[in-house]
């Protein structure tokens, strides 16, 4: 009856794993490297949206007044912030001021779609005591984060996650390595060296071995040993 193998050594197997393992490293700093970047444009939002309540009512009232230098200087103050880029405001359609707090500066047009750039949000601006939800507003705010900061942010955790995921691969790689070192290629050595002692005897099978290729290989060439050795 011939021997049949019930544990396979290839490294087909160890090859699907390894594929695996990989995506599903992609996969989880893909997730973590989008979760990082949301979470730090809500922050940017937030630090928006607390700065912007405090002039929220006179530029409302300046808008009113028709009072243009106040309006520029109230939007002037939101730059102490730090991560202003862009103020716009709009009244009845129409673009009453816009102003630039950052240096433009070239952003690729894959980061741009990659990183959600830009980062805004807009503002109604009612008339003071008017909180009627069907009232229409005098005017609009938009606030934009300074796009530059937001790509630095992104290219910079990209770059790291990279780097964690290279680092990654190269530790998976040494441990198959040493897997396939560990039971492949010592065990190979071993019989190898075995056969070319001048001893009649047979191939030693360790245990670990008794049901694979390996095995197999061993247990089939001790047969046709013993086969030859009585004939």
Request: hydrophobic share 45%; aromatic share 8%; glycine share 4%.
């Amino acid at each position: 009856m011939k021997a049949r193998v019930q544990r396979s050594l290839t490294l087909k197997s160890m090859i699907v794993f390894f594929v695996i393992t990989l995506s599903s490293l992609a996969l989880f700093l893909g997730i973590q490297f989008s979760y990082l970047l949301d979470q730090r444009k809500n922050d940017y939002l937030d630090q928006l949206s607390n700065a912007v309540v405090q002039i929220q009512k006179p530029l409302t009232d300046s808008l009113l007044s028709s009072d243009l230098n106040e309006v520029k200087r109230l939007l002037v103050s939101l730059k102490t912030s730090g991560i202003m880029g862009k103020a716009i405001v709009t009244v009845d359609g129409a673009t009453v001021m816009n102003l630039d707090f950052a240096t433009a500066r070239p952003i690729p047009d894959w980061a741009i779609k990659f990183a959600g750039i830009p980062v805004e949000m807009t503002v109604p601006l009612y008339a003071y005591g008017n909180t009627i939800l069907t009232a229409k507003p005098q005017g609009y705010l938009t606030l934009q984060v300074d796009s530059n900061r937001v790509y630095r942010f992104a290219v910079n955790t990209l770059a790291l996650m990279i780097t964690t995921y290279l680092l990654l691969v190269l530790i998976i790689a040494i441990a198959m390595t040493w897997c396939v070192s560990r039971m492949i290629v010592r065990p190979l050595r071993k019989i190898a060296l075995e056969l070319q002692d001048d001893d009649n005897h047979d191939v030693a099978v360790p245990n670990y071995h008794e049901d694979d290729e390996i095995g197999l290989l061993a247990k089939n060439y001790n047969r046709q040993r013993k086969i030859q050795t009585k004939s």
